[in-house]
């Protein structure tokens, strides 16, 4: 008997073994798709508000561990809210498209339209537009184009001469801002460029004709290539967290009908060992008692079998599921890399800061050398502020990164409001912005600036219950002849180095 109950022990060991092995690989399974998971949501960051606050809910609960089956609704949220985007866009595309087609019909009938300009704009219409992939954010700028090109040709036409009509500065001035509300990818900032530059350099209507013609070309194409890739990244990452929803509920389902089965043999060998105990006590005789623990021994040593066959399964189905899904991260991995790089691209592209949605500070180079160019040809004033927020390490260490970044993004939509339409204000990096005032000296500009630091320090920001005043430095000054980009940016740099050193929260000026 004690050979037979040596061998019960080891067989319960070896089934308990055999039981830890199927949790350590499934613990194992969990935490790299956890793991995976996480880094696929951080990768979508930035693409809507409601998206993001719903993958930070997927990643805390992927931190904390919750079971699949907590997880599988935040799962389904977060496809639902992929596939909005992916609406979104398409409805976007649609409205761009009906806008600008209702424009250029008009301008189609308008008679006087030179032959070429006719054959570009039908061009545009029927080739280009119905396949771009836009945002709302250009529509308008489209539309305010095509109304400019209407108007100055309107006036071409009033004008009865044949010779080449003369535009007004104001006209030139109009055309100019339009080109400067275009923040658009690297190959496109030569071809912009260019054109800013005709039209600061011609006084003629046909010029003017020409080069609005030229800027709605230029965003076309940019927008076309910038959104296809968003898109496609889009509507790819929505299959990925489809497969892996699938995944992990076809895992959760089987690990749970293997529970039933473990469950009722475990009760059974619980009730047989019992039964042995009653009956062994009241067996009469030695023989009687022998004959009893062997069939009871015999019945439990088949359940045993049969409980080992079970975790056999289990384990072989489970590493079998792990290495298909192993596989499958493993190329997702590879795709999920490829999309970021083109997401990084398409952001860098975009020139705009993916935090703060501002210009960034490409955008603002490129701004910035077009206001010197123009500054050297017009000699208009323009003021150069450079703003950076006070002890935001503070706020980072005090509250955390992620109060740093909507603290920013806060003082960002601040400022964005609080600056004129023709000013142009841009993150330059981490906590430091840079404002770009045309047609304003340092003389009008102070008090518009002043105001800018108190409306940010008026801000009520509230972290963890407590109230938080956050206020921000401004060194500023005005473009000057012989200025290069680097020598008028250190002067107002020098300015705010100043306004650290006297006690921060102030502006001060480097004439
Ligand atoms: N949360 C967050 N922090 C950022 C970001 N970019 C930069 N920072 C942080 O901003 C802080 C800037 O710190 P410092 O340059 O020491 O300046 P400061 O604390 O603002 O102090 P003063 O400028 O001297 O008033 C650093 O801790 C950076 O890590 C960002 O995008 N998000």
Redesign the pocket.
């Known amino acids: 008997m004690s050979d037979k109950s040596n061998a019960t022990d080891k067989k319960l060991k070896q089934a308990i073994d055999a039981r830890m092995a199927v949790e350590d690989a499934r613990k194992y399974q969990v935490d790299t798709l956890s793991d995976f998971s996480a880094k696929l949501s951080l990768s979508c960051k930035g693409l809507d508000t409601e998206l993001d606050n719903r993958l930070a809910k997927f990643r805390a609960a992927l931190i904390k561990g919750v079971s699949f089956e907590d997880l599988s609704p935040l799962i389904s949220e977060t496809i639902v809210l992929l596939k909005n985007q992916e609406s979104v866009q398409l409805s976007q595309q649609r409205d761009l498209y009906s806008s600008v087609q209702s424009a250029g019909k008009q301008l189609q009938k308008t008679k006087g339209l030179p032959e070429d300009t006719r054959r570009t704009l039908r061009h545009l219409l029927d080739h280009e537009i119905n396949q771009v992939h836009s945002t709302h954010d250009f529509i308008p700028l489209l539309d305010q184009l095509i109304s400019f090109y209407h108007q100055t040709l309107s006036l071409k036409l009033e004008s009865a001469s044949d010779d080449e009509c003369t535009a007004t500065p104001e006209l030139a001035q109009k055309l100019l801002k339009l080109a400067n509300e275009l923040v658009l990818e690297d190959e496109a900032t030569e071809e912009i460029k260019y054109i800013k530059n005709c039209i600061t350099e011609s006084d003629t209507l046909d010029a003017l004709l020409k080069a609005s013609i030229n800027i709605i070309s230029v965003i076309v194409k940019n927008i076309n290539k910038e959104r296809k890739s968003a898109q496609s990244f889009l509507s790819s990452l929505n299959q990925t967290l489809e497969d892996l929803h699938h995944s992990i509920v076809s895992t959760s389902k089987h690990s749970k009908s293997m529970e039933v089965e473990f469950d009722v043999l475990n009760k059974s060998i619980e009730s047989k060992i019992k039964n042995l105990n009653v009956q062994t006590q009241n067996a009469t005789s030695i023989s009687s008692l022998k004959e009893l623990v062997d069939n009871e021994l015999k019945s439990l040593s088949e359940d045993f079998i049969a409980k080992e066959k079970l975790e056999r399964t289990d384990r072989e189905m489970l590493v079998s599921s792990f290495d298909e899904i192993n596989g499958r991260i493993g190329s997702l991995e590879s795709k999920l890399t490829k999309y970021k790089k083109r997401l990084n691209e398409q952001r860098f592209k975009s020139l705009l800061d993916s ?1 703060t949605k501002l210009p960034n500070r490409a955008a603002f180079d490129e701004r910035y050398n077009h206001e010197i160019h123009l500054f050297n040809v017009q000699s208009s004033d323009v003021t150069l502020a450079v703003i ?10 005090r509250f ?6 909507i ?2 993004q806060v003082i960002a939509k601040a400022l964005q409001k609080s600056v004129r339409k023709s000013d142009f204000i841009a993150r330059y ?3 430091e912005f840079v404002l770009l005032m045309p047609s304003t000296s340092l003389i009008n500009a102070t008090a518009p600036l002043d105001k800018l630091r108190k409306i940010i320090k008026s801000i009520p920001f509230k972290f963890k219950d407590k109230q938080i005043e956050i206020t921000i ?1 401004l060194g500023v000054t005005q473009l000057k002849k012989g200025d290069t980009p680097i020598i008028a940016f250190d002067r107002a740099d020098d300015a705010l180095y100043e306004a ?1 050193n006297t006690g ?1 929260d102030r502006l001060c000026i480097s004439k």
């Open positions: 935090l950076d927020v006070d002890h935001f390490k503070s706020i980072n260490d955390g990164h992620t109060a740093g970044d603290t920013l990096g981490g906590e430095s650290k921060r």
